[in-house]
C-alpha cells in the first residue's frame, strides 16, 4: 500500500480496492500478486515525468544507418520525497550535422524541461525492450532549474615533443577551465600527465585530482613547458605517487606515449563523483603506444566487459600533421579513444595556432547536456543488470543515433 498512498486520491484508492476484489476472485494467490504489482506500476506517477503508458515504440535504427554518436552516458537512481525511485540519465550533447547545431532533445509527448511542447519527440528509452516514459531536460533552455555535474580530467602528453605545445596548451587550459567553471555547470578538473616519467617503473609522470579550477590553476602555473604536468600534488599526492610507481602503469616500452595508460590510471586512482558525467580530453601529437600489451591498446574500450558507458566519454585533441602507418599495439590511432566512447576529435596545428580550446567539440557537448528521467523501475531494483537503450532520431530523419548498455539499478554503473 505503500506505493499507492503517494500518488492516488482518496477516490482513486477506493476504486483501486474494487479492482483488487474482483481480481481476487478469480486468481490465485500468486496470480494476483503478479497482476496486481503490474497494475500498480502502470498508475504510479511522477510529477513532471511521463507515464509508461504515454510511452510510444521507439524507431527502428540500424547500425548502418547512425549518422552520429551517443556519448557514454551514466545512470543513477535516487528517490524523491514520496519515496519513489526515479531513474536519470546523464550525457553530453548530440551534434546535428545537418543544421550544424547541437539537437534539442524532446521527450514522451513532447516533454521538453517539465513542460509540454509542440515539438515531435525524438528521443526514446527503452529499458529491457519496453518503452519508458520520459522527461528531457535540456541545459542550453533550462535557465539552471537543474544543475549538470561533470568530472573532466585532462590527460597531458608531456613528452619532448611536446614542447612547442606546452605552454600554450596550459595557457588555454586554465582559461577555458575557468569559463566551464562560470558557465553553470557543477564542474571538477583533473589532470594527468604522462610519456616522460622521472619516476620509477611508471608512465605516469603526474597528476592532480579532482578540484576546483584554482588548484588546477595553480598546479600548472608551478613550472614551465612540459615541466607543468611533472609531479603530484594535491591532498593525496603520496597516495598518487605510489600507484603510479605499483608497476601497474607502465606500458613496458621505451616509447611512453601512451594515453590508454593515463585514461586507465585515472580511471582507477581518482574521485569521481557518482552520478557525474565523466569526460577526458587526451592531448598528445603521438599515436597511442602500448608497448605490445593489449591492457593499454586502444581497441581496450571497444570491449564492452573491459570499459562501460559509465567509466566516461574521451575527446581527443591530436597535433600532429603527419601521417602514420599505425600498427595494433605498438602506433595506435589515439583518436580511436574517442571514436568507442562517443566522443569527438579536433585537429591542431603544433603550436595552437589554429583553434582554441574554446573550439573544441566537448565544449558545446558539455554546454548542451541533458538529463532523462524516467520511473516505475521498482521491479528492476533486483541487483541485476538491465538492459537500456537510448534512440535518437530528429524530425527530420538527418541525426539517426542509437546506444545500448547495461544498468545495474541504484548502483552508478552501466556496461555497454
Known amino acids: 500500500m505503500k506505493l ?7 477516490s482513486c484508492i477506493l476504486g483501486t480496492g474494487i479492482m483488487m476484489l474482483s481480481l481476487n476472485s ?60 526515479v531513474a536519470s ?28 511542447t509542440k515539438r515531435a519527440q525524438n528521443v526514446w528509452v527503452d529499458v529491457d525492450d519496453t518503452p519508458k516514459g520520459i522527461d528531457v531536460y535540456n541545459t542550453s533552455e533550462g535557465e539552471g532549474q537543474r544543475i549538470v555535474m561533470a568530472d573532466l580530467v585532462f590527460l597531458v602528453d608531456n613528452s619532448g615533443s611536446m614542447s612547442e605545445e606546452a605552454d600554450g596548451l596550459a ?10 567553471a562560470a558557465s553553470g555547470l557543477d564542474i571538477r ?37 612540459t615541466y607543468r604536468t611533472q609531479g603530484f ?94 600498427r595494433t599495439l605498438w602506433e595506435e590511432d589515439p583518436k580511436k579513444m574517442s571514436e568507442y566512447t562517443g566522443g569527438t576529435s579536433k585537429d591542431v596545428d603544433r603550436y595552437f595556432r589554429n583553434a582554441t580550446l574554446d573550439d573544441l567539440p566537448v565544449t558545446g557537448a558539455m554546454q548542451n547536456s541533458y538529463i532523462i528521467r524516467f520511473t516505475n523501475i521498482e521491479d528492476k531494483m533486483d541487483g541485476l543488470p538491465h538492459n537500456v537503450k537510448i534512440t535518437v532520431v530528429s524530425e527530420d530523419k538527418a541525426v539517426k543515433a542509437v546506444k545500448s548498455f547495461n544498468v545495474i539499478f541504484g548502483e552508478n554503473n552501466a556496461e555497454e
Open 171 to 180: 595557457t588555454q587550459v586554465i582559461s577555458w577551465s575557468e569559463k566551464l
Open 189 to 225: 578538473f583533473g589532470c594527468v600527465g604522462y610519456g616522460d616519467s622521472r619516476f620509477s617503473n611508471t608512465s605516469i609522470g603526474g597528476g592532480l585530482n579532482l578540484t576546483t579550477v584554482s588548484f588546477l590553476k595553480e598546479y600548472l602555473d608551478r613550472s614551465s613547458g
Open 89 to 116: 540519465i546523464n550525457l553530453t550533447g548530440i551534434w546535428n550535422d545537418s543544421n550544424n547545431d547541437w539537437l534539442s532533445l524532446v521527450g514522451t509527448d513532447g516533454n521538453v524541461n517539465g513542460n509540454s
Open 233 to 326: 600534488e594535491g591532498p593525496d599526492a603520496y597516495t598518487l605517487l605510489s600507484a603510479a610507481e605499483s608497476g601497474n602503469y607502465n606500458n613496458g616500452s621505451c616509447y611512453n606515449e601512451c594515453g590508454m595508460v593515463a585514461l586507465r590510471f585515472a580511471d582507477q586512482q581518482y574521485n569521481f563523483r557518482k552520478g557525474a558525467n565523466r569526460i577526458y580530453v587526451n592531448f598528445t601529437d603521438e599515436p597511442n603506444q602500448p608497448g605490445g600489451k593489449e591492457s593499454w591498446s586502444v581497441e581496450f574500450l571497444n570491449n564492452s566487459l573491459n570499459w562501460n558507458p559509465a567509466q566516461g566519454t574521451v575527446h581527443t585533441v591530436w597535433s600532429e600533421s603527419g601521417s602514420y602507418s599505425w
Open 26 to 85: 478469480c486468481l490465485s494467490d500468486g496470480e494476483e500478486s503478479f497482476i496486481l504489482e503490474d497494475y500498480v506500476k502502470e498508475i504510479i506517477r511522477v510529477v513532471g515525468i511521463p507515464g509508461d503508458d504515454q510511452a510510444q515504440n521507439s524507431p527502428e535504427v540500424s547500425y548502418d544507418e547512425v549518422t552520429t554518436t551517443i556519448s557514454n552516458p551514466t545512470c543513477t537512481v535516487e528517490q524523491n520525497e514520496d519515496g519513489t525511485n
Open 4 to 10: 499507492y498512498k503517494a500518488f492516488l486520491s482518496t
